[in-house]
């Protein structure tokens, strides 16, 4: 049995992290015991004590936020708390009290569930290393790496610092830090960053940086300072609160001018605590966070759900997110009359017996389009270059064009060749061989999501103004995917940095940006958006902290989904605040002739705060 789980458990939890509302709630019971027992003065002593306990922290939370000049919506309660004990009336503060502490604990319950959600993401940044040793191998954690090292990259493994290579050949996945789709094969002394994964075999780097001046760290940095950069965001409550608060204090100064009673003034402040503003946004905010929690879409924050129903302007990353980040075979050039199909049967045949993920690429497309591949012989894999051997009665050679020139077979001056056309698009190149002549190639490419054009389309006919591709891959690429995702605007080559910039950019123009992003490349520019949104079911654990919303699963079409539920949660929100308001003024226009005294106020102020949470709830 979990004794975490269990019952007392969560009661204490409960109990430690919200002491206020517990306690004024359990004040609020014994006085009204002692009350109900001809106990007056005790009860009312009590709930006093209870007031004045429970109501110190509140209004200091109150005058703090105005010190830094944030006019909020707990100023009316504030006041009303004051005047209580002023006047020895310390039923109505207690209720405004259990109010307000009750509110803000609802916010925090919703912050802290969604944040917990996130856990299982946040696991994946680099911590340990494998050092070689005098005795073997050593773990350690990364902050321990010493420029020198020796460390051991297993297949899978994160690289945990920058490094240089020792060993004759890596393969390794930088998409997630540079956006480019294909791996990319490296040599001895060549640098690799940290954050990249190993998707070859074991192989050995020097550390050439320790973990705080890698890369990956850097990126971290960035995304400090863009988090920094950010500024607040006025809660939806508060924005009402800015003419509601004057407009209370009107109503105060006229009940007091009118009956001549200090009682009226607390009367008003009492009705005039603005309950819907306190539990509307809240209660709503939490609605909307689990219903979207229930198709896979954690929303961190409440000020999240709220930017992101304002969404004008959407910006993708381009790899792993627009596109699906693994290359695919986009098309097949015959360069000697050799027809494209006898070239992908070949070829196909051949690549069953390499274990290399674009070889496997080139498989499945054979066996989407025969039924049957051939049985290769004499296979041979050159490392980093590409395979040879027979099919049928042809030798087959594929791969890239250092392989073809070892072997004494010209490639970029073959007359025959379309090199000229297909290399500047950027594509990945495999050359194909027939008995020692040139005969083809096999171009690949990354290929876009089936459900991103109908996204940007919807995106639009919900009100988003601008759509923007942003990527570190080359522009040619940037072009033709944008021009397929329907996207306008697109900016290529750019390093983090760059993308920060162009946030800040957009920002200078639109009010709130969103960027929806997978990679670490992406994670400082998620930090500088209005509201950041990662790719969580393959991105980067630094790009999940960085975002405010995180899609557990590898669905960007859920951006429209997302914008819909904030904008329902956000109209739900503003029917209850519109809906109280209402119910408050007319409350306040009898209680300032004298009309309704302050107990009877708290108490309509509670049915009013029930009838505001059951609609709030329908954001579910």
């Not at 709630?25 to 004045?52: N, R, S, Y």
């Not at 097949?332 to 051949?350: H, T």
């Not at 900016?491 to 946030?503: F, M, N, R, S």
């Not at 990679?519 to 790009?543: E, Q």
């Amino acid at each position: 049995m979990n004794r975490e789980n269990t019952p007392m458990k969560k009661i204490v939890w409960f109990v430690r992290h919200y002491p206020i509302p517990v306690l004024t709630l359990v004040g609020l019971i014994i006085g009204g015991a002692l009350q109900v027992t001809h106990e007056e003065q005790a009860g009312k002593i009590a709930w006093m004590v209870t007031l004045i306990i429970g109501g110190i922290p509140v209004v200091w939370q109150t005058i703090r936020e105005m010190l830094h000049k944030h006019f909020v919506a707990d100023i009316v309660a504030m006041l009303a708390i004051i005047v209580s004990i002023v006047l020895n009336d310390a039923f109505p503060g207690v209720i405004i009290v259990l109010m307000q502490s009750g509110g803000k604990s609802l916010e925090d319950y919703a912050y802290r569930r969604a944040s917990s959600s996130l856990d299982n993401l946040l696991s994946r940044a680099p911590r340990i290393a494998h050092k070689k040793v005098a005795q073997g191998l050593e773990e350690i954690q990364v902050s321990q790496i010493n420029i020198g090292d020796i460390l051991v990259i297993r297949p899978g493994d994160l690289i945990p610092v920058d490094g240089i290579i020792l060993s004759s050949t890596a393969r390794i996945d930088e998409a997630s830090l540079t956006g480019e789709p294909l791996p990319k094969t490296k040599t001895n002394g060549e640098q690799v960053f940290s954050g990249t994964i190993n998707i070859g075999d074991v192989f050995d780097i020097q550390a050439a940086r320790k973990s705080e001046e890698s890369q990956y760290s850097k990126i971290v940095k960035l995304v400090k300072k863009a988090q920094q950069e950010k500024a607040p965001i006025q809660r939806l409550a508060d924005k009402y609160a800015v003419w509601f608060t004057p407009l209370t204090l009107a109503v105060s100064a006229s009940g007091w001018l009118i009956t001549n009673n200090f009682e009226t003034i607390l009367s008003v402040l009492v009705v005039a605590t603005p309950c819907s503003l306190i539990f509307a946004t809240p209660v709503a905010v939490i609605s909307g966070i689990n219903r979207a929690a229930k198709t896979g879409i954690i929303i961190k924050t409440g000020a999240a759900i709220e930017q992101v129903a304002k969404t004008q302007v959407a910006v993708f990353d381009k790899t792993g997110t627009i596109t699906f980040g693994t290359p695919v075979v986009e098309r097949i050039i015959s360069f000697d009359g050799i027809s494209s199909d006898e070239i992908l049967l070949k070829v196909a045949s051949l690549e069953q017996l390499s274990s290399h993920p674009i070889a496997s690429m080139i498989v499945q497309k054979g066996r989407e389009k025969f039924d049957k591949l051939l049985v290769p012989e004499n296979f041979r894999e050159i490392s980093g270059a590409g395979v040879e051997g027979r099919v049928g009665s042809d030798h087959i050679m594929i791969g890239a064009s250092s392989m073809f020139e070892n072997a004494g077979i010209e490639i970029f001056n073959n007359v025959n060749t379309t090199t000229d056309m297909i290399k500047p698009e950027g594509r990945m190149i495999a050359f194909v061989a027939f008995n020692g002549k040139l005969s083809g190639a096999i171009v690949f490419g990354d290929e876009i999501r089936p459900d991103v054009k109908t996204m940007i389309q919807r995106l639009k006919t919900i009100g988003v103004k601008k759509t923007v591709l942003l990527t570190g891959d080359i522009k040619n690429n940037a072009k033709n995917i944008a021009r397929q995702a329907g996207i306008t605007d697109y900016q290529a080559e750019l390093v983090p940095e760059e993308k920060v910039v162009a946030i800040k950019k957009l920002r200078q123009e639109f009010e709130n940006v969103i960027m929806v992003g997978d990679g670490i490349n992406d994670a400082p520019a998620l930090a500088a958006s209005t509201v950041g949104i990662a790719m969580g079911a393959r991105g980067t654990a630094i790009s999940a902290d960085a975002a405010d919303i995180v899609f557990l699963e590898d669905t960007v079409s859920k951006v429209v989904n997302t914008i819909e539920i904030g904008k329902r949660t956000i109209s739900v929100a503003k029917q209850s605040i519109l809906v109280g308001l209402g119910c408050s003024f007319f409350f306040m226009g009898i209680a300032m002739f004298g009309h309704l005294p302050p107990a009877i106020g708290a108490m309509l102020q509670e049915a009013l705060d029930v009838s505001v949470i059951l609609n709030a709830l329908r954001a579910r």
